[in-house]
């Protein structure tokens, strides 16, 4: 079985991906492209593991055809920041200790990357708002929304 070769911009990367028939962008991110940064919770896109951005906007992508990405920029939590350069939202959860399990974090970091560059100085509901879709079985949504509220002050300093 063959499928489409489709590509796009990975975390500021061209990339190339045959997508077969029926698979889902997060299943190429986490096959072909060997990412596991994005999670599989649900598979219906009701849990939030497996935002990512696209094009700049948060999408759950469980079950989002691997298409939808031809052409278009696709950003994983691999993309944010890393040891060396972290993003203030990573910074910000490591400081308020914002996980604890961690399943949830790349799709709620995602998320609320995608809000700060829209909303660079959200409220409390607003982070709340953007948050709504993640499920977080740990109880750390206080501190995760602590932790967006501060790198929202740290990318004012």
């Not at 061209?14 to 889902?24: F, N, R, S, Y």
């Not at 700049?56 to 040891?83: F, I, M, N, S, Y």
């Not at 974090?105 to 959200?122: C, F, H, Q, R, V």
């Not at 709504?132 to 300093?157: D, F, S, T, Y």
């Amino acid at each position: 079985m063959t499928g489409a070769r489709i590509g796009f911009i990975l975390n500021g990367q061209p990339v190339q991906v045959e997508a077969l028939p029926g698979m889902t962008l997060l299943e190429a991110l986490r096959g072909p492209l060997g990412l596991s940064g994005p999670r599989f919770g649900c598979g219906e896109e009701a849990c939030g593991a497996c935002h990512v951005r696209i094009d700049g906007e948060a999408h759950p992508c469980c079950a989002l055809p691997a298409e939808v990405a031809a052409g278009r920029a696709v950003q994983t939590v691999e993309g944010l920041g890393d040891a060396a350069h972290p993003h203030p939202l990573q910074r910000a959860f490591a400081a308020e200790q914002a996980g604890q399990c961690g399943y949830c974090l790349s799709g709620i970091l995602m998320s609320a990357a995608a809000l700060l560059e829209a909303n660079p100085a959200p409220d409390e509901a607003a982070v709340r708002g953007a948050l709504e879709p993640h499920l977080c079985r740990c109880g750390a949504q206080n501190r995760i929304v602590r932790a967006v509220l501060r790198a929202a002050q740290e990318r004012a300093a």
